[in-house]
């Protein structure tokens, strides 16, 4: 690795999952302004993409002390059509290849200098639980998809579209697009210590399975999602990174058993083998109807008189 990729991974493993700075946690001036810098950035990273300008671009910035609030904020102004086509494009070119050695060296590198880290954070723990295990996780996969990025030699003439992301979520802040250049931060607080990540992340539940070039990149709003197939406490791993990871997660808290959502076809029955005699069924013999004797043949008295029918009887028995 270069001196570049080795001073990233120095900067990157310093991030403090949702643990708010004394300055990012006073919502002041001060923080807000860093915010705008950050933005500015990322409409320089969104005009080297389309080359379309910066001045149809959003100038929103949402800070919010309440989860809920930007989870409403981001359905209000979702990010749109030049954010849709820049995130597309960025996962494209920074997808996981299992032939790019030096990049998959460079991903198990941070994740072996940011393990201690993991082990040592409840909150992190905290909030890998209550995420959605089939999303990437934000402040995993950014930096994942930035190494690759700058190993690759990819954009390298323009400005990166995840440094300011990066940048917002080494603030102990959570970050992501609204709209067409709008930037919203949830400043969680402080004090409130784990319970009250799980609090603010509870209030808003997803039940989604599938990652879309959005979320492959860590820009969704703070949810949880419960039952079966979540509640892991993991690091890294294919899902966290989008497959950048090409190791195992490592797991302090296995998921749930999750429920199968299409079981597959139904399993195919051996053939019946031709060769074999047919069972014979053991039922019980039906009762035969019962019927009435018949009674035996009288001969005729000799004062009865006889017809001719009895006389041509007679004659046939001799």
């Not at 981001?74 to 597309?88: C, G, H, I």
């Not at 050695?101 to 460079?106: K, N, T, V």
């Not at 082990?119 to 905290?126: A, I």
């Not at 996780?137 to 030699?153: A, S």
């Amino acid at each position: 690795m270069n001196d570049e990729i080795e001073a990233f991974i120095a900067r990157t493993i310093e991030l403090r999952v949702l643990e708010p700075d004394a300055e990012a946690d006073s919502c002041g001036s001060t923080f807000e302004q860093f915010v705008r810098d950050r933005m500015d950035e990322w409409h320089a990273a969104i005009d080297a993409f389309d080359q379309r300008g910066t001045d149809g671009l959003s100038r929103e910035v949402f800070v919010t002390r309440s989860a809920l609030e930007l989870c409403t904020r981001a359905d209000q102004n979702p990010p749109w059509t030049r954010t849709l086509a820049l995130a597309a494009e960025l996962r494209r070119v920074t997808a996981c290849s299992p032939i790019d050695r030096p990049c998959i060296e460079a991903v198990a590198a941070l994740r072996s200098r940011w393990e201690p880290g993991f082990r040592q954070s409840k909150r992190w723990q905290m909030t890998v639980s209550l995420l959605s295990p089939a999303w990437a996780v934000p402040w995993i996969v950014q930096p994942c998809r930035e190494i690759t990025r700058t190993i690759r030699g990819v954009w390298t003439d323009r400005p990166s579209p995840l440094a300011p992301w990066i940048a917002l979520w080494s603030r102990g802040v959570w970050a992501m697009p609204l709209g067409d250049g709008g930037v919203g931060v949830w400043v969680p607080p402080v004090d409130e210590g784990e319970e009250g990540i799980d609090r603010a992340l509870s209030q808003r539940l997803v039940n989604e399975w599938t990652q879309t070039d959005l979320t492959a990149l860590g820009f969704y709003a703070p949810h949880t999602q419960r039952g079966p197939g979540c509640g892991g406490v993991e690091f890294f791993g294919y899902t966290q990174t989008d497959l950048l990871d090409q190791q195992e997660p490592l797991s302090l808290r296995p998921r749930a058993p999750a429920m199968a959502i299409n079981p597959g076809p139904p399993p195919v029955m051996p053939p019946i083998p031709t060769n074999m005699p047919m069972p014979t069924p053991n039922l019980p013999t039906p009762p035969r109807p019962v019927t009435a004797e018949a009674e035996p043949a009288r001969e005729p008295s000799p004062d009865e008189p006889v017809s001719t029918l009895d006389r041509l009887r007679r004659w046939f028995k001799k």
